[in-house]
């Protein structure tokens, strides 16, 4: 890995440890619980709502997904 990608992910990594991140985790968290099926209006809200979901999933799997990505490279780099 070069010392680049090394430091792309340790400004990750730094991020994910700082309570601003947990937080905002947290609030993701709370809105994709919140959705209810029964509050969904029409079609047009259907897709809001599927198209809002689908980012927060995407952000609540960013910081298991840096890390996997991260394991996979140090891996290559050992073998």
Sequence with gaps: MSPE??????????????????????????ILDNHRIEDIKNEHQLAFVKGEREALFRVRRFETGMKSAYDVLTRQDDA
């Design 5 to 30: 990608e090394q430091k792309y992910y340790e400004t990750y990594f730094d991020l994910f440890l700082h309570p601003g991140w947990k937080q905002f985790v947290e609030e993701i968290n709370d």
